[in-house]
């Protein structure tokens, strides 16, 4: 098989060559060969090759089970030069038949050698087996070696491409299902920021996504929804932030030009996602900024900034929907002539209670919302009667009592949810475990869960609260008292749960006080 030899080839002037740096990547190439000299004529060949600033890497194996056992165990080679007769007169074929149907490698470019052409004949060999270049060696030159491994290892280069951006699209499609479930806005911004550099296949020291909004007073209000890498900061606030004022100028003087801005230290992405607001991609690069696909990082990143801003107007909502609550609360809690923050502590009390018994995070965040509106019906009591400093009469307790009723009624209107559990919660929240309470006179558990919470949430607050007809009570008298009451106000299982957890109960209301 020493048939290997190369033709005469008209010299050429050597040009003048700048000197490159030694690339960090190499294009791998596996030469298949039982012949050791078309091993070192191959390396003599292309020891100073380079294609897109990369050198090769040439690896040698001198059979065909060799070569198989070399890329069972690693397929990352751009091509491949077969030799067709090596232990068999069609080792080569065998090989490039295993290659593509049983290691399922389409990638690899397979180029066939042969010396002696009759065993392999190149239109049998072309049809029935998929090579990319078929070369007898006795008419294979330098510089057409050269030149076929230019134009495989670009082939190679182009399927690694469309193979790379099929991934990113799969990762995708699966990055946005994954991301759809969380609606906490900085949750998604983190996993949307993690995702992202899994689908860009990228290393990052910095990534960001801000926003700004213009309010109805044309205040500007720039904020982080999210960030991972070298500068992660806890402040949503921009100008509070804990990243450098370079990345902070950055990301503004992109606000102002509103519109995308890279180098080969970032990119940056201007997205606008409402009449009033826009969001920011900040990607600080590590390293291979050269394979940063911006075009693929638009496409995610425009879909992340809309599903982001869509989650800030949710959370705005939710935050004005919250604290309009709890001004309803406090304003029925002033009309008592008791302190406002009361609402506030027992919205906390119940939600841990939620937390502590296991009950899922949407419930336990409603009940949180709705806890304020519990005395609702107090709006309709009589003044004189609501702030009496002493003992109620009897008729004037019937009256008081009626608060329950009237509220579960009027928040019972809306068809929203959280005002049903609310309606539930102001009717309820005075039944007793043992069917003495009132409205209804419900007995265990057909009173609702979210009013046997509240029930024993409303007391233990208010004991510890001062009011206008009593003063406020010592936490070894509340405990005592609840204690008392276990199995007759108050659910036995809520009971044990909070004289467990007592210290953290009585927590919120050390950092929640009363006013003096």
């Known amino acids: 098989m020493n048939e290997f030899i190369f033709r005469d080839e008209p010299e050429e002037k050597e040009s003048q060559k700048t000197p490159i740096p030694k690339a ?26 380079e294609v897109e600033g990369q050198k090769l890497d040439l690896v040698s194996v001198f059979s065909m089970q060799e070569a198989k056992a070399l890329l069972e165990r690693d397929e990352d080679f751009a091509m491949a030069f077969v030799d067709v007769v090596m232990e068999s007169d069609h080792a080569g074929l065998e090989l490039v038949h295993w290659i593509r149907n049983e290691l399922k490698n389409q990638a690899i470019r397979l ?15 072309i049809k029935e087996y998929d090579i990319n270049d078929y070369k007898e060696k006795t008419d294979f030159t330098s510089r057409k070696m050269v030149t076929t491994v230019y134009a495989a290892v670009r082939a190679y280069r182009d399927i690694m491409t469309i193979q790379r951006s099929l991934d990113a699209f799969k990762k995708l499609i ?33 990534l960001y996504i801000a926003r700004n909004q213009v309010d109805f007073d044309d205040q500007i209000t720039y904020m982080i929804l999210a960030c991972t890498g070298r500068y992660v900061s806890e402040s949503t ?89 709890y001004i309803v609360g ?75 009723a009237i509220g579960g009624v009027l928040l019972a209107q809306s068809s929203a949810s959280i005002a049903k559990l609310g309606s539930r919660l102001a009717h309820y929240h005075h039944e007793n475990w043992d069917g003495s309470g009132y409205p209804d006179g419900l007995r265990g558990e057909e009173i609702p869960l979210e009013a046997r919470i509240m029930a024993i949430a409303d007391v233990f607050d208010a004991l510890g609260s001062k009011r206008c007809y009593k003063e406020k009570w010592q936490d070894q008298e509340i405990k005592e008292y609840i204690l008392a009451q276990r199995g007759i106000k108050f659910e036995p299982r809520l009971v044990d749960t909070l004289v467990e957890h007592y210290e953290e109960f009585t927590a919120i209301r050390l950092e929640n006080p009363d006013p003096e």
């Open 174 to 206: 699966s990055a946005t299902h994954d991301l759809l479930r969380i609606d906490d806005i900085r949750t998604f911004g983190s996993a949307a920021l993690n995702h992202l550099l899994s689908l860009m296949n990228i290393e990052s020291s910095a």
């Open 24 to 49: 960090e990547k190499f294009w791998r190439v596996l030469i298949v060969d039982d012949d050791e000299s078309v091993h070192q004529v191959t390396r003599l060949v292309l020891a100073d090759a």
């Open 111 to 125: 180029v066939l050698r042969t010396g002696q052409a009759g065993t392999a004949p190149e239109a049998k060999v």
């Open 237 to 325: 606030n921009l100008d509070g932030a804990d990243i450098s004022a370079d990345v902070k100028q950055r990301i503004e003087e992109t606000f102002n030009r509103k519109s995308h801005y890279s180098d080969n230290r970032c990119f940056i992405g201007y997205y606008e996602t409402g009449t009033n607001s826009a969001s920011v991609l900040y990607i600080e690069f590590e390293s291979d900024v050269n394979h940063f696909r911006s075009n693929l990082a638009e496409l995610y990143a425009t879909n992340v900034a809309l599903i982001l801003e869509g989650l800030a107007k949710q959370q705005e909502i939710e935050t004005t929907q919250t604290e309009l609550l």
């Open 330 to 404: 406090e304003a029925i809690e002033a009309k008592s002539q008791e302190t406002g923050d009361h609402v506030k502590r027992v919205a906390l009390i119940c939600g841990l209670f939620g937390e502590k018994l296991g009950l899922t995070d949407r419930f336990v965040s409603a009940m949180r919302l709705a806890a304020p509106l519990h005395d609702i019906g107090k709006v309709t009591i009589p003044h004189g009667i609501l702030n009496k400093p002493g003992k109620l009469t009897d008729e004037e307790w019937e009256v008081m009592k009626t608060h329950s």
